[in-house]
């Protein structure tokens, strides 16, 4: 299997529609991949609070029309990283989009942990419910976003639900960098599972990006990683390996805790 992630590059001399049609003309490029990852909240910058209800759209609103146009173009599974959507009935939500080759839309996940410790996308965004996973011809992916990654019990949730390859898009900080690296290898190995980390590059309403995506496959090995700059990081990677890896070292098979109530 193929995967491009495209580390897109946000910065604020350039408009959101501007930016949608970029990115549509890059992820037309990847044709011939299997899988195209977009980052979190590329439209508006994941720190540019102040955006977020001015940009919100509609679930079926210009990013969605634009990617599962561009999807279909290029003849890949694409997940459009996510957007900050207005639910007419609700909040705002950071949710991610998925869509099929034929540019149908596969899934969309509502990001389940909000950034900001009370300020920020923790009080301006509702929380998500529900695990999203989404079946491809070889593997299954299990879909998370950014700060989910430091949460290891929603990726065991998604490896009990079937997940394989484990798709993570962010908008993470410069400044923690490190953790990135260390959290993005350690689910891998944890859940013996391919780990797909699509982070954005930019300058985000004046906090740096990390950037680096990342690619890890099931033993913490890191098939590829970008730099800190605008790129395409692409891979081939065979999602055969995930069984191979779980057999040959049965670890999920020993899990106790968690997988039944307590004792009292």
């Known amino acids: 299997m193929r995967a491009s992630l495209i580390q897109i590059a946000v910065n604020e001399d350039e408009s959101v529609d501007s ?3 970029r990115v549509a003309a890059l992820v037309r490029e990847q044709a011939g991949a299997d899988l195209v990852v977009l980052p979190e909240l590329w439209t508006t910058g994941a720190f540019a609070y102040e955006e977020f209800g001015r940009e919100a759209e509609p679930l079926e609103g210009p990013t969605y029309e634009t990617m599962a146009k561009a ?31 034929s540019g149908e839309l596969a899934a969309a996940y509502r990001k389940i942990h909000r950034f900001g410790f009370d300020k920020g996308e923790a009080v301006l965004m509702g929380a998500g419910r529900d695990l999203v996973t989404v079946r491809l011809p070889g593997t299954t992916l299990g879909v998370a976003t950014c700060y989910d990654l430091r949460f290891p019990e929603l990726f065991r949730g998604l490896v009990d639900a079937g997940a394989e390859t484990l798709v993570i898009p962010a908008g993470w900080p410069e400044r923690r960098r490190a953790h990135w690296t260390l959290l993005a290898q350690a689910r891998a190995v944890e859940n ?17 990006q990390a ?5 890890v496959d099931p033993w913490g090995e890191v098939l590829a ?40």
């Open 19 to 21: 930016r949608r049609q």
């Open 71 to 101: 999807a279909s173009d290029a003849g890949v599974w694409l997940h459009a990283g996510s957007i900050p959507e207005r639910d007419p009935d609700g909040p705002l939500y950071n949710t991610s989009l998925v869509f099929s080759p």
């Open 192 to 208: 013996q599972a391919f780990v797909l980390a699509c982070g954005t590059a930019g300058t985000h309403a004046g906090v740096p």
């Open 211 to 215: 950037g680096h995506s990342i690619v």
């Open 225 to 264: 990683e970008a730099g800190p700059d605008e790129e395409v990081l692409t891979v081939d990677f065979d999602p055969a390996k995930v069984a191979a890896t779980r057999e040959q070292f049965p670890a999920l098979k020993d899990r106790v805790l968690g997988l039944e109530p307590p004792r009292r």
